[in-house]
């Protein structure tokens, strides 16, 4: 009995080294699919959902159709809470392009800087703006609106570039087609509402003066 204690006692070492190997090994791997998880999540969220639904606050609920006395709060906390968790994802990215070389995709990189510095630039107007609703000037407020929109089509580029890139693309891609289609509806319905309550304005508008002038 004792030799053959010996003998698993010499072996267990070996094991116990190449278990440590392997999971050395592959450790890595896991991580950078966990971070690669991760930072699609991250930009998805952040970049590709909250960024819009700010955008749509802002459009329909400052003054036309609907008149919100909180939409500049609520279009500042999406802007807000997209641009944080959309840097987070984004510095997750960079982490990720620089730790693996080859797997690297230049043009999402490129995009993933583009949209940070749109992003900050729209950041910093919102903090610099002067007090009340209509403290900047109107080229200011577009050239505001135009960046912001601009940001948004490179985002959900972007978004499709990232996704590409990855194993089990079709899921991702179905996933933020779903996200996309429930915004584009919902800005869609907005818009045709807006479009309709103008319309039946300027026709009472229309009636109004018509009363009024006729013998």
């Known amino acids: 009995m004792k030799p053959q204690m010996q003998v698993t006692s010499i072996q267990n070492p070996a094991v116990i080294t190449t278990h440590l190997r392997t999971w050395r090994g592959q450790n890595p791997s896991r991580f950078q699919h966990y971070l690669r998880n991760t930072h699609g999540v ?37 802007q807000s809470g997209g641009y ?33 510095t749109f992003a900050t630039i729209q950041m910093l107007a919102m903090f610099w703006r002067p007090k009340g609703e209509n403290g900047f000037p109107k080229y200011v407020k577009i ?44 800005a869609l319905g907005l818009e045709i509402f807006k479009w309709i309550k103008r319309a039946m304005m300027r026709e009472a508008v229309k009636l109004n003066s018509n009363m009024y002038t006729s013998p």
């Open 42 to 78: 991250l930009n998805i969220f952040g970049w590709g959902t909250l960024l819009p639904i700010g955008a749509i606050t802002a459009r329909y609920f400052r003054k036309f159709p609907f008149k919100c006395s909180e939409w500049y709060s609520v279009h500042i906390k999406c």
């Open 84 to 116: 944080i968790v959309g840097t987070v994802g984004w510095c997750s990215g960079m982490f990720l392009g620089n730790s693996s070389k080859q797997q690297s995709n230049k043009t999402h990189r490129v995009l993933g800087i583009i949209i940070f």
């Open 143 to 186: 050239c505001h609106h135009l960046l912001g929109y601009a940001l948004i089509a490179l985002t959900i580029a972007n978004i499709f570039q990232g996704i590409n890139n990855r194993a089990h693309a079709a899921k991702w891609k179905w996933t933020y087609v779903g996200i996309l289609c429930v915004l584009g509806v919902t």
